[in-house]
């Protein structure tokens, strides 16, 4: 038995988020294209003692998040030991966070999948892509996207995935915010301010993808949540204009935000964006990737 495993996982970004009514527990209906982006976490996960489950974190955001039960890479690790009635094994895990915390970049969704790949080769489980998935949507509604990566639509709560046809590489400037938002206060103030939308994603998105068009891939990006994650940051909505003006193909707050993500015709212009945003004081930093890449591995 291995008893040390690396493995990346991406971020991702929501190329349309069409956001309809509530089911009985509360949750929207939702329509998304998810892209995965080469902006990742790394989560290196160690054989430890029976029962022993611990976490700590580099990079990003590293001081500000839990390390016990509150942190869903530590609730996805127990959640497979159980599922998998493991009584013999526990983990030591270090994740190397790259993804901004609290950003709609699906960061702490990210780790809990690259969790649930670690230790299930970790402790050799032979766990199949479908027994993964269904954990995955037990942990949240954004963890199975992040463990099939490309890009894939979404529908229900997030985690019916539909692989897409795509050509290309897409170029992409994320603007970060000083501030995280929370999911459900994005979502609440979606109820406060807006009324549910028709699910559907747009065709023109679907066939900008298809050819390969960052053009009409960029012109076609839609964000229900926008308005909400504005209300609650105004700041966003210059954010969003300073990357429009400085020449962006198209312009939309990532997710639940507040990252804002700018997609670029080239490597070159990403960095041209990257530069005009950066300076903005609204903005915390900038980063680059590019997408669509793999869901979370094995390195
Ligand atoms: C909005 C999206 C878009 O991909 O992601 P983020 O941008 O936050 O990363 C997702 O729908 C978020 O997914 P995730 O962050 O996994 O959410 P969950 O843990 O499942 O749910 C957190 C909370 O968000 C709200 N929620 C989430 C998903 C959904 N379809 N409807 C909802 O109303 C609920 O209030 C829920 O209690
Ligand atoms: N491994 C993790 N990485 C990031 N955030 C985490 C993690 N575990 C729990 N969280 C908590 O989840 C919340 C949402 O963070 P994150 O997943 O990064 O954002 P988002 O849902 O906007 O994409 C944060 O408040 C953070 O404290």
Known sequence: MTNSVRVRVPAKVNLALRVGGTD?????????????????????ATTALPG?????FLGEGAAFLPTDDGNLAIRAAKLLARHFERTDV??????????????????????????????NALWDLGATR????DLAAALGSD????????????????????????????????????AGLSTPAVFKEFDRISAPRPTEIPAELLE???????????????????????????TLAHTLKIGLEAGALGA????????????????????????????????????????PVAGAQVL
Not at 267 to 290: C, I, K, Q, T
């Open 24 to 44: 009985e527990q509360g949750f929207h209906e939702l329509g998304t294209v998810f892209q995965a982006v080469s902006l990742g976490d790394e989560v290196r």
């Open 52 to 56: 022993q489950f611990r976490l700590s």
């Open 90 to 119: 526990g983990v030591s895990m270090v994740i190397r966070k790259r993804i901004p915390v609290a950003g709609g970049m699906a960061g702490g969704s990210a780790d809990a999948a690259a969790v649930l790949v670690a230790c």
């Open 130 to 133: 479908s027994q993964l998935h």
């Open 143 to 178: 963890v199975p996207f992040l463990l099939m990566g490309g890009t894939a639509i979404g529908t229900g709560r997030g985690v019916d995935l539909t692989p897409v046809l795509t050509d290309g590489t897409y170029h992409w400037t994320f603007a970060l915010s000083h």
């Open 208 to 234: 900008g993808l298809r050819v390969g068009d960052a053009h009409k891939v960029g012109a076609a990006l839609i964000n229900d949540l926008e308005e909400a994650a504005i209300s609650l940051q105004p």
């Open 252 to 291: 939309i707050v990532s997710g639940s935000g507040p990252t804002c993500a700018f997609l670029a015709g080239s490597d070159g212009h990403a960095a041209e964006l990257a530069e005009a945003l950066g300076v903005f004081s609204g903005v915390r930093a900038v980063r680059r990737a590019h997408g």
